[in-house]
């Protein structure tokens, strides 16, 4: 598993308002995503969305080099279908050169719980 992946099971910090509340009781999956992800090969999100269909998910893309829209696509359907559930999905640790591809692709944060990276 040198590949640099992490998937580990985290309690997050106390949800804020209009946030999942789920996340705080059943705690938080966390996937670092890696510098180049594609969505038609088995991938840790793939892995993720599939062992953990009822948890929340705190997806980082840090290491991301490029927002490709099938990725996208896959990231609105999974936090879709998670928020009919009442479940959190976050995508976390974007630079604001991913947070614009976002916004320019029309991705908002109804659609899709997004946090920049510090």
């Known amino acids: 598993m040198g590949s640099g992946r992490r998937l580990t099971a985290a309690r997050p910090a106390p949800a804020a308002p209009g946030r999942d509340q789920t996340e705080g009781v059943t705690g938080m999956i966390n996937l670092d995503l890696p510098d180049r992800i594609s969505v038609t090969a ?22 991301l080099r490029r927002l490709e829209v099938p990725l ?7 936090a879709a279908d998670r928020r ?28 899709l719980t997004m946090e920049r990276a510090e």
């Open 42 to 63: 088995d991938t840790p999100l793939a892995a993720a969305l599939r062992q953990h269909p009822d948890r929340a998910l705190r997806i980082t893309a840090t290491r």
């Open 72 to 78: 996208v696509q896959m990231l609105l359907a999974a």
């Open 84 to 111: 009919r559930r009442g479940i959190g999905l976050v995508l976390a640790g974007l630079t604001a050169a991913q947070a614009d591809r976002l916004a320019a692709l029309g991705v908002t944060p109804a659609m």
